[in-house]
């Protein structure tokens, strides 16, 4: 699947021409063009947003802080990446005692070597877009990266 | 990012709530109290101060001579930011046991009890304009029926405000739910000195008040900068103190 192909899947949350003016830079200065995006997921006050986004290269890993000010991003190695840790969850909104909503979350550290360095994602949605999100992530970025 | 000592006790501190681990939690929190800020702003009890403070500083003047507030109109309320919120409640939990207990209530929407998430600050030319100025506002929170304490302060460090707490009703809005809740609002009342002393030191106050400090370790040692913001916000006190009796003295003889 390409890049392109990868963002209009985040249209839901960003006009495709907004998120491909906010990752110009990020792309450009990428030593080599990306393979795949993980987006990291969050509730806000109206639901869901993205608040990063992961460009996963061959050799790198850049983050894009979409909501920062001033707008941030970095690099890091991908080979630094040694621990891949997961935590599944759910969590249900109520109303007094009525359930309007469960989530089901997830949190993912990849943890690098350099000084204690976690790259954090994480995950909002329902069963099986939160299956979906793990297995695009684990597509993207294997467990044996870590070997 | 590094994971820092901070993000540790927050997971400690997510115990108590379980909606603190969800994804997004603090910038929401954050984010609502950027909300209720306006609203309270916006609102009919800081409406109704706005109406009567011309009333107010022509009391003040009548009785002094002196104008009553720097700004011509009063300060909008601010709100505390992600990381403001994430320190305060790490330096609370650190120094106070009780605190760990009174941080969250267990039902309602997770808003941590904090009394300054969202506050503003008036700034008073005279030192008897604060204490008049406290009086007035804390009048009209009780008689809107707002009002929770009104707070003196006064401490080593050299801070002197008066602080008055009323409590605002809200709702915590979350994944496009919305709990009515009820927060608790800082007015904080001081002189144009004593704010300035706060926004020069506060930096200092910043670095340092996450270590527990003996007096000892800075009242003797005049090369400390607690040293110095410390004993000025003694001396400012003192000098806004020593204003007031100049002013009454000088109105006194243009009377006689």
């Known amino acids: ?147 | 990012m590094a994971k820092s000592a901070k993000e540790d006790l927050l997971q400690i501190i997510a115990s108590k709530r379980d909606e603190l681990r969800l994804p997004g939690y603090w910038e929401n929190l954050a984010e609502n109290c950027h909300s209720w800020a306006g609203e309270l702003s916006a609102g009919p009890f800081w409406r109704r101060a706005e109406s009567d403070l011309s009333q107010w500083r022509t009391e003040y003047l009548n009785a002094t001579g002196a104008i009553l507030l720097g700004s011509s109109e009063l300060p909008p309320f601010a709100s505390k930011s992600r990381a403001g919120i994430q320190d305060k409640i790490c330096r609370n939990w650190k120094r106070i046991p009780e605190f760990h207990d009174r941080l969250f209530s267990p039902s309602g929407p997770p808003i941590p009890n904090l009394s300054d998430l969202v506050r503003t600050r008036l700034t008073c030319p005279y030192i008897d304009g604060v204490q008049f100025l406290a009086n007035k506002v804390e009048s009209l929170a009780k008689e809107c029926g707002v009002l929770i304490s009104r707070i003196p302060q006064g401490n080593l460090q050299g801070y002197f405000a008066q602080h008055i707490g009323i409590r605002q009703s809200v709702f915590f809005r979350l994944a496009g739910h919305a709990t009515a809740a009820e927060i608790e609002c800082e007015i904080q009342i001081a002189t144009t000195l004593a704010t300035r002393m706060w926004d020069a030191s506060h930096p200092v106050y910043e670095t340092t008040r996450e270590e527990e400090i003996d007096s000892h370790d800075w009242q003797w040692d005049p090369n400390n900068p607690r040293f110095i913001s410390n004993q000025l916000g003694h001396m400012l006190h003192l000098a806004d103190g020593l204003l007031v009796q100049l002013r009454a003295s000088l109105r006194k003889q243009s009377k006689s």
Request: proline share 5%; net charge negative; aromatic share 10%.
């Open chain 1, 1 to 147: 699947m390409t890049i392109e192909t990868q963002l209009e899947k985040l249209t839901t949350f960003f006009p495709l021409d907004r998120l491909k003016e906010l990752l110009k830079a990020p792309l450009h200065f990428m030593p080599e063009p990306p393979n795949n995006v993980v987006p990291s997921l969050e509730l806000a006050g109206d639901g869901r947003v993205v608040r990063r986004l992961i460009l996963i290269s061959e050799r790198y890993l850049c983050e894009v802080h979409l909501g920062a000010s001033p707008f941030a991003f970095d690099y890091i190695d991908k080979a630094t990446v040694k621990s891949y840790r997961f935590r599944l969850w759910t969590h249900e909104i109520k109303e007094g005692e009525t359930s309007k909503q469960v989530y089901h979350l997830a949190q993912v550290d990849w943890v690098h070597t350099h000084f204690g360095y976690v790259t954090q994602l994480s995950f909002v949605g329902s069963l099986e877009e939160r299956d979906e999100w793990l297995a695009n992530m684990i597509r993207s970025m294997p467990v044996t990266t870590i070997l």
